[in-house]
């Protein structure tokens, strides 16, 4: 035996007696649990749960940063966080099994090998820090996830596989579908992660919207539908299993609910109960398009409609979205940006008022949870777009919702001998069936102004790279290595780079005769047909165009005049990905690429290349150098000597900085490049594309959140680029100098390119004199403790108000960042200051008593905007 084998032996035994003390249950000790369901809701340990979950996706973070927004979460009311798997990081390379075979013990235990379980993507290491929290979790190992994540999370070794078929009867598929099931259950259970073993996971799913593309696959779709359900079934995780968007899923999977709003979904089958496992916060971000945001008044309406017809789960997707690192976003054209609107925004802040306003919307439906679980609801007409559900759990105690799903007109209902007001499209909670705890409607959570162009100045430190010392390295346009091959006809971008990168070059050389004079610097005309996502045109090694496509059509058509001189003209053009499709029917097998090309004036009639004879190469010259590479950054390749290239196509440019001091977010703003990929100290924080404008027209800020909501309905920085600012994540910055390495597709100045810490926040509140006491306040049997509305201001941990910016009790005028006093107007920033500078929260009193009456017949507001710092 060699000495490596005899390594690897070494190693196998090592992790069989490991999986053997596992075996021996001589780390199990944590307290197991019962899961089940009935017609109402999941039942643990006996008792039927409303429960509120919220989506989080380990590799959009840092491990770092896992406890930090687990507890958000579960400060905010999150009962269940809910994560995809992500098949294709976990599995990049098939993996392979060995087997060994310890006679003496009569044992047998397979090792696979090949798979990434590691930094963003230790996935168990994420289950036993939400364990930790105290919180369940739902894991949606699918394996098919979407989620905007790059090829659906599917491993692109399995398109390969010669006669595969996705997500439908076929065998090649499903075998390997089973196969990463059956890893992942396994994973679970050999770290005791289920309930049954005391663990936190409370879920899983199978699948993933399938019926929203069934149809597309015929009736093997639904065999495939059976197929998968039976599957999981057999994999016995002691746990129920879901499948969303699945009408059809065959029992006992629980078919669940996806959109926007689902207080009108029914399951499939009366002993299911009724949850939504993807309650949209927002929407993502495309480059080219404007920002998408969704109104906490109306995520809270559509919320409570939901447990108010009878809902018992719900999830936020996103409750923190993250970002995109290196080329993990799904496409076409996904931004790096996962925000998603939700309410812990991409850098693990507080997105308020959405955060707060929602943990008390939890509260409110958490004090009728008895009433929800033991009880159907009796539904009273209370008028046109009026109706009272009442849940009772004896003839004298009842809760209720009181709802106005008009979305124009307020109204003032008679329920159970008293009066109550509701705004349009809003949800009134009585937990009592006669105290309102919460409207959905009335906002009285703090603000953060995240607008940049306000808050810049005060809340970021940005240090400029406009004198750092640079270099570069320019790449030429065209093939550059040996590996490039010839082939006849123009071939399918994904086909030909299995995804080992966003670029392939597609070279021809085109003759013109040098005896025809006339031809000398003939102007002719390319066509060039692309399937998507973009392209670079270069002729005789010069930029001569550039055209792309748009996230809801990838496809577009290039078209140039160009110059040729006589003899051999070289015709080079970069196919760019930006994302591999994730989402539709047979999205898997959706091509991209070079599709068509035409040259018209060169000679009497148009000439097709398209199944000419064309040289490939796959990649760029400065990705196969490994220039992105900590252990290039003192390598002769780069130079810097003579002038910094700018706005040139194709140029590596490297610099180091220092880190910001603080613990504050870091991010880099790259408003002044064109389009590329960044890296720092060899991580890529993920693509840029700051070029590309959103429409300049069609936003809508600040958006009505009365009636149906959709993805469009609610858009802001129209005419800007989606993204400029990219997350640089704490742990990846040294104390001292680091690296960072910028790919420029397209040309732009890496002077404007600047450093951004966040060293603060500012933050406003607005409550007036009849709003509600806070929900947190409230207690059954007891009521309010305190009649009086309070105005509560909170920094981030490590931070605290260092000042009062503005402070008026009457009727103050204008929003968060644009706030005046009004007709009616007492100055009680003295009083403030007071109360809240040195401290991370505070809370003010409505009341005139301590604050003074400046104008005693009118309803009086105080708003506060504060400025927080670390």
């Given at each position: 035996?060699?000495?490596?084998?005899?390594?690897?032996?070494?190693?196998?035994?090592?992790?069989?007696?490991?999986?053997?003390?596992?075996?021996?249950?001589?780390?199990?000790?944590?307290?197991?649990?019962?899961?089940?369901?009935?017609?109402?809701?999941?039942?643990?340990?006996?008792?039927?749960?409303?429960?509120?979950?919220?989506?989080?996706?380990?590799?959009?973070?840092?491990?770092?940063?896992?406890?930090?927004?687990?507890?958000?979460?579960?400060?905010?009311?999150?009962?269940?966080?809910?994560?995809?798997?992500?098949?294709?990081?976990?599995?990049?390379?098939?993996?392979?099994?060995?087997?060994?075979?310890?006679?003496?013990?009569?044992?047998?235990?397979?090792?696979?090998?090949?798979?990434?379980?590691?930094?963003?993507?230790?996935?168990?290491?994420?289950?036993?820090?939400?364990?930790?929290?105290?919180?369940?979790?739902?894991?949606?190992?699918?394996?098919?996830?979407?989620?905007?994540?790059?090829?659906?999370?599917?491993?692109?070794?399995?398109?390969?596989?010669?006669?595969?078929?996705?997500?439908?009867?076929?065998?090649?598929?499903?075998?390997?579908?089973?196969?990463?099931?059956?890893?992942?259950?396994?994973?679970?259970?050999?770290?005791?992660?289920?309930?049954?073993?005391?663990?936190?996971?409370?879920?899983?799913?199978?699948?993933?919207?399938?019926?929203?593309?069934?149809?597309?696959?015929?009736?093997?779709?639904?065999?495939?539908?059976?197929?998968?359900?039976?599957?999981?079934?057999?994999?016995?995780?002691?746990?129920?299993?879901?499948?969303?968007?699945?009408?059809?899923?065959?029992?006992?999977?629980?078919?669940?609910?996806?959109?926007?709003?689902?207080?009108?979904?029914?399951?499939?089958?009366?002993?299911?109960?009724?949850?939504?496992?993807?309650?949209?916060?927002?929407?993502?971000?495309a480059f080219g398009y404007a920002v998408p945001f969704r109104p906490v008044e109306d995520l809270a309406f559509a919320v409570a409609r939901f447990f108010e017809r009878g809902g018992t789960f719900q999830n936020y997707y996103m409750y923190f979205g993250g970002t995109n690192f290196g080329r993990t976003a799904g496409g076409p054209l996904v931004a790096t940006s996962y925000d998603y609107d939700a309410p812990i925004n991409e850098y693990?802040?507080?997105?308020?008022?959405?955060?707060?306003?929602?943990?008390?919307?939890?509260?409110?439906?958490?004090?009728?949870?008895?009433?929800?679980?033991?009880?159907?609801?009796?539904?009273?007409?209370?008028?046109?777009?009026?109706?009272?559900?009442?849940?009772?759990?004896?003839?004298?105690?009842?809760?209720?919702?009181?709802?106005?799903?008009?979305?124009?007109?307020?109204?003032?209902?008679?329920?159970?001998g008293k009066s109550y007001f509701l705004h349009a499209w809003s949800v009134s909670i009585l937990p009592d069936c006669l105290n309102v705890v919460f409207n959905t409607a009335k906002v009285t959570s703090q603000t953060t102004l995240n607008d940049e162009s306000l808050t810049r100045n005060v809340t970021m430190h940005e240090s400029s790279l406009s004198?750092?010392?640079?270099?570069?390295?320019?790449?030429?346009?065209?093939?550059?290595?040996?590996?490039?091959?010839?082939?006849?006809?123009?071939?399918?971008?994904?086909?030909?780079?299995?995804?080992?990168?966003?670029?392939?070059?597609?070279?021809?050389?085109?003759?013109?005769?040098?005896?025809?004079?006339?031809?000398?610097?003939?102007?002719?005309?390319?066509?060039?047909?692309?399937?998507?996502?973009?392209?670079?045109?270069?002729?005789?090694?010069?930029?001569?165009?550039?055209?792309?496509?748009?996230?809801?059509?990838?496809?577009?058509?290039?078209?140039?005049?160009?110059?040729?001189?006589?003899?051999?003209?070289?015709?080079?053009?970069?196919?760019?990905?930006?994302?591999?499709?994730?989402?539709?029917?047979?999205?898997?097998?959706?091509?991209?690429?070079?599709?068509?090309?035409?040259?018209?004036?060169?000679?009497?009639?148009?000439?097709?290349?398209?199944?000419?004879?064309?040289?490939?190469?796959?990649?760029?010259?400065?990705?196969?150098?490994?220039?992105?590479?900590?252990?290039?950054?003192?390598?002769?390749?780069?130079?810097?000597?003579?002038?910094?290239?700018?706005?040139?196509?194709?140029?590596?440019?490297?610099?180091?900085?220092?880190?910001?001091?603080?613990?504050?977010?870091?991010?880099?703003?790259?408003?002044?490049?064109?389009?590329?990929?960044?890296?720092?100290?060899?991580?890529?924080?993920?693509?840029?594309?700051?070029?590309?404008?959103?429409?300049?027209?069609?936003?809508?800020?600040?958006?009505?959140?009365?009636?149906?909501?959709?993805?469009?309905?609610?858009?802001?920085?129209?005419?800007?680029?989606?993204?400029?600012?990219?997350?640089?994540?704490?742990?990846?910055?040294?104390?001292?100098?680091?690296?960072?390495?910028?790919?420029?597709?397209?040309?732009?100045?890496?002077?404007?390119?600047?450093?951004?810490?966040?060293?603060?926040?500012?933050?406003?509140?607005?409550?007036?004199?009849?709003?509600?006491?806070?929900?947190?306040?409230?207690?059954?049997?007891?009521?309010?403790?305190?009649?009086?509305?309070?105005?509560?201001?909170?920094?981030?941990?490590?931070?605290?108000?260092?000042?009062?910016?503005?402070?008026?009790?009457?009727?103050?005028?204008?929003?968060?960042?644009?706030?005046?006093?009004?007709?009616?107007?007492?100055?009680?920033?003295?009083?403030?200051?007071?109360?809240?500078?040195?401290?991370?929260?505070?809370?003010?009193?409505?009341?005139?008593?301590?604050?003074?009456?400046?104008?005693?017949?009118?309803?009086?507001?105080?708003?506060?905007?504060?400025?927080?710092?670390?």
């Open positions: 035996m060699s000495a490596a084998e005899s390594s690897k032996s070494m190693l196998l035994s090592a992790l069989v007696f490991a999986v053997l003390l596992f075996d021996c249950g001589l780390f199990q000790t944590a307290v197991s649990r019962s899961v089940s369901y009935d017609s109402k809701a999941l039942i643990i340990d006996g008792k039927r749960r409303i429960l509120q979950s919220g989506s989080v996706h380990y590799p959009r973070t840092t491990p770092d940063v896992w406890p930090e927004i687990v507890g958000k979460a579960k400060e905010g009311g999150i009962d269940v966080i809910e994560t995809y798997v992500f098949w294709n990081y976990h599995e990049p390379v098939k993996g392979e099994v060995y087997e060994l075979r310890f006679t003496m013990l009569n044992i047998a235990r397979s090792f696979e090998f090949k798979y990434y379980f590691e930094g963003r993507f230790d996935l168990i290491r994420f289950v036993k820090e939400v364990h930790k929290a105290g919180l369940f979790v739902h894991l949606r190992i699918g394996p098919y996830a979407c989620a905007e994540w790059n090829y659906g999370g599917f491993p692109m070794w399995l398109h390969f596989i010669p006669g595969i078929q996705f997500r439908t009867k076929n065998d090649l598929f499903q075998r390997e579908m089973e196969r990463f099931l059956a890893k992942i259950v396994r994973m679970m259970k050999d770290a005791n992660l289920f309930a049954s073993q005391g663990g936190p996971i409370i879920l899983a799913q199978v699948e993933n919207e399938y019926g929203n593309v069934q149809a597309a696959y015929g009736a093997d779709g639904a065999l495939y539908v059976k197929w998968a359900a039976e599957t999981a079934v057999s994999l016995n995780t002691s746990v129920p299993w879901v499948m969303c968007a699945q009408e059809d899923a065959p029992d006992p999977i629980i078919n669940t609910c996806n959109g926007f709003y689902c207080d009108g979904f029914t399951p499939n089958s009366p002993t299911k109960p009724s949850m939504w496992t993807e309650n949209y916060v927002g929407w993502f971000l693990g802040f507080l997105n308020q008022p959405k955060w707060g306003h929602l943990r008390d919307l939890h509260i409110a439906i958490k004090l009728c949870e008895e009433h929800l679980v033991n009880a159907d609801a009796t539904q009273i007409s209370l008028g046109e777009n009026l109706e009272a559900h009442v849940y009772y759990k004896s003839s004298d105690d009842c809760a209720a919702f009181l709802a106005n799903y008009g979305s124009s007109s307020d109204a003032t209902v008679d329920f159970r004198l750092a010392s640079w270099s570069w390295y320019k790449e030429e346009a065209g093939v550059w290595g040996n590996g490039s091959f010839e082939a006849f006809g123009l071939l399918e971008h994904i086909n030909t780079t299995k995804d080992t990168s966003d670029f392939l070059w597609y070279t021809i050389s085109i003759d013109v005769d040098a005896d025809n004079k006339k031809n000398q610097n003939k102007e002719v005309g390319l066509l060039i047909g692309s399937l998507g996502h973009a392209a670079l045109l270069f002729v005789n090694k010069q930029l001569a165009a550039f055209d792309y496509g748009n996230h809801d059509d990838a496809s577009f058509n290039l078209s140039a005049k160009v110059e040729f001189h006589s003899g051999s003209n070289t015709v080079d053009i970069l196919s760019m990905m930006v994302g591999l499709q994730n989402y539709g029917p047979w999205f898997d097998i959706q091509g991209a690429g070079i599709h068509s090309a035409v040259l018209a004036g060169l000679n009497d009639s148009d000439e097709d290349l398209s199944s000419a004879q064309w040289t490939y190469q796959v990649g760029l010259e400065g990705e196969y150098l490994g220039l992105q590479n900590a252990s290039l950054a003192n390598s002769s390749i780069w130079t810097g000597e003579g002038a910094l290239p700018l706005n040139r196509s194709l140029t590596w440019y490297k610099t180091t900085f220092l880190a910001p001091e603080g613990n504050g977010p870091v991010s880099l703003n790259l408003s002044g490049m064109g389009k590329g990929q960044a890296w720092v100290n060899g991580q890529s924080i993920g693509r840029y594309w700051s070029q590309y404008l959103s429409p300049s027209s069609g936003c809508t800020e600040p958006c009505d959140y009365r009636g149906t909501y959709d993805a469009s309905k609610c858009l802001k920085k129209c005419g800007q680029p989606a993204q400029t600012l990219y997350h640089i994540p704490r742990s990846w910055l040294q104390k001292s100098e680091n690296l960072l390495v910028i790919h420029e597709e397209l040309g732009g100045d890496p002077r404007t390119i600047s450093v951004v810490a966040q060293i603060g926040q500012v933050i406003c509140g607005h409550v007036t004199e009849d709003d509600l006491p806070q929900a947190d306040t409230w207690e059954q049997g007891v009521g309010f403790a305190s009649t009086t509305p309070e105005l509560r201001l909170a920094c981030e941990t490590g931070q605290q108000i260092d000042s009062i910016r503005f402070a008026s009790l009457g009727n103050p005028q204008g929003s968060c960042g644009a706030l005046q006093t009004g007709t009616c107007h007492a100055d009680v920033s003295s009083y403030l200051k007071q109360e809240c500078v040195g401290k991370q929260t505070c809370s003010i009193p409505i009341s005139t008593d301590t604050l003074g009456d400046p104008c005693p017949n009118l309803t009086k507001i105080l708003a506060v905007e504060a400025l927080c710092l670390g």
